[in-house]
């Protein structure tokens, strides 16, 4: 027997959690005296809802689970957002929290205990792909360990479980550690339908979305594309899913006129592990070719929001692996594909607003190409160019907060993205999110995690006051004061570079990247915001 804190750190690690972000409160200190040799490292964040980001963060640099503990009450209202961005961008963690003792709560009535909530799940429930509210040890242990079953069963999402403070304490048997999860394997005549579309087709073009990151189905989908010849258009989640110089890889947002134009031409579209949701879609006003071929592992996702004409529920990698194997090899040329993209690309250095942002995103691909970088980039104007337009090179290598668009959250998920070690990684902010999550350089410092964080100042929220230019407003409540912000990382131990332009930007960054440990680099710099913009999707 074991106490209930302990079984819980035991079932995540069993899961291969390795590194858990909390805070302690006073109902949760049973975690912090239960951890120890075999458990999951401890990192303490300076705020809860980074607790819930850098679980996030790392569970999409590993691919695995994430995990967060947080206190009662405001402990746990306090990562509602980040939990939020968990869920709309499909990321597999689970929140365990605590809750007021069993034996002051009082059935429908809210006592005042300290922390005590109406109904502190119920916060979750919007989000959540689940929830469980334990109050017994056994359904203490036994909650989190379905909870990082449902979190890692696609199609993923955070899963909330909270824990009365009273139940930690008790004595509980070890669980069962959670079963392995086999892929969803496609009917047979799904599959079938989709091979006789695919072959009807003179020309197809593949939409890729996260599921095939997911599903770890990058090498399958090169193979498809290269028998099919087949241009490759990828969603924001899907970014890296083909190297950047493969010779399919449109490697260009949707939202750009050359590659709209390009795919309502194609006589169908092969969309594998996407919803398709607004801001890949103009909000579903994209021209569309005349056939869809969709493949997904949520039943809801297939057809949320266009209806296919084959519909195939699976795992990506099984689907693309049958579908490569099923299907003829087609005589192909890329030539029309390197046409489209040279002319897009020089449009794009022409254009007033694009030729300034090329330059900046040339010195952060200069610098990321020769390292082993994870990019973690916040809703920023710098951010959405790199998001969509920079040079991603591998798998989960780019981490975008395009779920649900939350501001100041690459600070927070850089910590848990460089929590495993595995390679440096670059948090590009602007000058107002970064602010929102200031006091983790304490955590960066603290734990020498290699995190190099690119502060892009303009002066305050710049894509709102493009928004106010575009509509004849007054600049109101978009220009901030800021502090010194060479100051500010010196005064928690960390060393920073303060560039002049953008000529010094690639240097900057390689120094810093190379170093592994935390640095920051500051630029001044306004950029005009991209067409992967609402305001800028009709321009």
Not at 137 to 154: F, K
Request: proline share 9%; aromatic share 6%.
């Amino acid at each position: 027997m074991t106490t209930v804190a302990r079984a819980v750190l035991d079932v995540l690690r069993g899961t291969g959690v390795t590194t858990v972000f909390g805070l302690p409160g006073v109902h949760n200190l049973s975690f912090w005296r239960e951890a120890g040799p075999g458990t999951p490292e401890l990192v303490v964040v300076r705020h809860e809802q980074t607790a819930v980001y850098a679980a996030d963060g790392l569970a999409r640099v590993s691919g695995g689970l994430g995990a967060a503990l947080t206190t009662t009450g405001p402990g746990a209202a306090n990562t509602v957002a980040a939990f939020g961005e968990a869920a709309a961008s499909g990321t597999p963690l689970v929140l365990a929290a605590s809750e007021i003792p069993t034996t002051l709560a009082r059935p429908g009535v809210v006592r005042g205990v300290l922390h005590e909530s109406r109904d502190q799940a119920g916060l979750f429930e919007p989000l959540a792909k689940a929830v469980r509210r334990p109050r017994t040890a056994d359904d203490a242990v036994r909650a989190v360990a379905e909870a990082a079953q449902i979190a890692m069963t696609c199609p993923r999402g955070p899963v909330y479980v909270d824990i009365p403070t009273d139940v930690l304490d008790l004595e509980a048997a070890p669980a069962s550690p959670p079963r392995a999860i086999a892929p969803r394997a496609p009917e047979s005549g799904q599959l079938e339908r989709a091979v006789a579309a695919i072959e009807a087709a003179p020309s197809v073009v593949i939409w890729a979305g996260g599921g095939v990151v997911q599903a770890g189905a990058t090498a399958e989908l090169a193979a498809l594309a290269e028998r099919l010849g087949a241009p490759v258009v990828t969603t924001f989640a899907g970014r890296g899913v083909l190297p950047p110089d493969h010779p399919w890889l449109v490697g260009l947002p949707p939202h750009e006129p050359e590659v709209a134009a390009y795919l309502a031409r194609a006589d169908l579209l092969l969309a594998v592990g996407t919803a398709f949701d607004g801001p890949m879609t103009r909000n579903w006003s994209m021209p569309m070719p005349r056939s869809l071929v969709a493949v997904n592992v949520s039943e809801p996702d297939l057809s949320a929001n266009y209806r296919p004409d084959v519909g195939v529920l699976g795992d990506a990698r099984f689907v693309l692996a049958e579908l490569t194997a099923r299907l003829a090899q087609r005589a192909s040329d890329p030539a029309e594909l390197d046409v489209l993209r040279a002319e897009a690309w020089a449009r794009l250095r022409d254009d007033p607003g694009g030729g300034p942002a090329l330059e900046f995103l040339e010195g952060v691909n200069a610098a990321v190409s020769n390292t082993d970088a994870t990019v973690v980039v916040d809703m920023t104007i710098p951010g959405y160019w790199y998001g969509g337009y920079g040079r991603i090179p591998g798998p989960r290598r780019l981490q975008y907060p395009i779920g649900w668009g939350t501001l100041g959250s690459a600070l927070p998920a850089s910590v848990g993205a460089a929590a495993l070690r595995e390679g440096p990684v670059l948090a590009l902010c602007g000058d107002g999110g970064f602010m929102y999550a200031v006091g983790e350089l304490a955590v960066l410092r603290q734990e020498n995690l290699p995190v190099t964080v690119l502060v892009v100042d303009d002066g305050g929220y710049g894509m709102l006051r493009y928004d106010q230019d575009r509509a004849g407003d007054q600049h109101r409540g978009v220009d901030l004061y800021r502090p010194d912000f060479g100051a500010l990382a010196a005064s928690f131990g960390i060393t920073s570079a303060v560039i002049r332009g953008v000529d010094e930007l690639e240097a900057a960054l390689a120094d810093a990247l190379a170093a592994r440990e935390p640095r920051m680099v500051v630029l001044p710099l306004a950029l005009t915001p991209p067409r992967t913009t609402s305001p800028r999707w009709h321009d």
